[in-house]
């Protein structure tokens, strides 16, 4: 019988809710100059515009020195609660899992914010590791843009 297994990701930034959880909503395609070490193109494959449920995105990143593509679907946004919803649907991530859907949540605090990103997934078969290096990717790039957005 499947599991679906769940990972979470929590990261001080110093950024607003507002500035950051804008540059995940409104400017994904900016993602390769303000993560460049992580994050090495992105280009929209599917939709009319970049910020619409339903529009794919076909990433290129680098994992453990070597180059990834995985291609995600937007399918929520709750802007109240500064919260985005993605699903995987292409890359060599499908490779190794059924199913991953992720979720981008940014919460403001006193000096700054907490972004929260869980990660649902099914693994093809029990021999998969979890996804740890990609929990580790994501503090990376979330405190790359977080200190991009600083300085402007």
Do not use: H
Not at 1 to 11: G, N, P
Not at 68 to 86: G, R, V, Y
Not at 94 to 107: I, P, Q
């Amino acid at each position: 019988m499947a599991q679906i297994r769940k990972m979470d990701c929590q990261v001080e930034i110093k950024s607003s809710a507002e500035q950051f959880f804008d540059a995940f909503k409104n400017n994904m395609q900016l993602m390769p100059k303000l993560a460049s070490q992580i994050i090495k193109d992105v280009k929209l494959v599917q939709g009319d515009d970049w910020q619409s449920v339903g529009s794919v995105r076909l990433w290129t990143y680098t994992l453990g020195g070597e180059t990834e593509n995985a291609s995600e679907q937007l399918e929520a946004i709750d802007n109240e609660s500064k919260m985005l919803t993605f699903k995987l649907v292409g890359g060599q991530m499908m490779n190794a899992y059924k199913s991953l859907k992720f979720f981008l949540k940014v919460t403001p605090k006193d000096e700054g914010s907490l972004v929260d990103w869980s990660m649902e997934y099914e693994k093809q078969n029990d021999n998969i590791p979890e996804p740890v290096a990609y929990k580790d990717i994501l503090a990376t790039w979330f405190k790359s843009v977080d200190a991009n957005l600083s300085k402007a």
